[in-house]
């Protein structure tokens, strides 16, 4: 591991593996399986090597394995078990753990081996969805809780942003584009969550379609350009966190106005704020969805 200072409470512990902090306590003095440090006040803390072990010890239980034999085991004994396990698990459990701590310790050689692993046994978009869909939402929690900083969550989907725009270009030099929809993906003004528009761009280029892929935060009056030089497109965009709740409404209704301008052009969308509209009275042209899997399934 890299020399990255980090410490946890017993709560960040919870958070980070999913084992509750009064079983965490349990297992310290029945089996002597942690033995947290101590600050100069007598403050109980815990290090990265702690939630290594603890995640392997998580996972090694949750795999049938009882934690009294967990506890006979020597320390180097146990991620090599964790790895012996591992190849014969068809869950993704493990891997979430690795690039959990990689992204702990800003360790992009544990990023880059544990991607490279996996795709040796699925393609890029079973891991996307298998793996790192339920890292980012655990992320997401982390976040919230303070148990990572606004740099570790940066630091983890800038290394899955790479590996999405890796894939995309590997395609795009593979596939031709075998029918004449066109679709634009945008997010709107102020609005930087692309991972999820980015994947789906990668899937419009994989059956055939024309994707124009102009990312963040692009203002109405751009998109109002490309009416010039298309007479049928779909735009397509993702409303994580903008427009916000006060100003949703306004958007939708001047996209309307400004962008729907005939039949031929039409908007889908998905995203958490969808939730402070009323679906029901929208303009025929938009159409929403709840997930990613349920737009893939109409391009």
Known sequence: MNNVKSTFSIKDLENLTGVKAHTIRIWEKRYNLLEPERTETNIRYYTLAHLQKLLNISYLNNNGYKISKIASLQNSEIPKLVKEVSKNDHTNNHAIDTFKLSMLNFDQKLFYDTYESLITEKSFLEMFYQDFIPLLSEIGMLWQTDTITPAH????????????????????????????????????????????????????????HKSIFLGQSVPLESLKDLLKYY??????SYFTVMPDKEHIAD????????????????????????????????????????????????L
């Open 251 to 298: 958007y939708i209704n001047e996209f309307s106005e400004k962008i729907l301008t005939k039949k031929s052009i039409k908007l889908w969308v998905l995203g958490r704020m969808l939730q402070e509209l009323d679906l029901n009275k929208l303009p025929k042209q938009i159409t929403t969805f709840d997930s990613i899997e349920n737009l893939v399934k109409k």
């Open 153 to 208: 969550e940066h630091f983890l989907t800038s290394l899955i942003r790479q590996k999405i725009l890796i894939n995309t270009e590997i395609i795009q030099s593979q596939n031709q584009e075998k029918t004449d929809k066109v679709f634009v993906l945008y997010l709107p003004d102020n609005e930087v969550h692309e991972l999820g528009l980015m994947i789906i761009n990668y899937q419009i280029i994989a059956k055939g």
């Open 231 to 236: 007479d049928d497109i779909t735009f397509l």
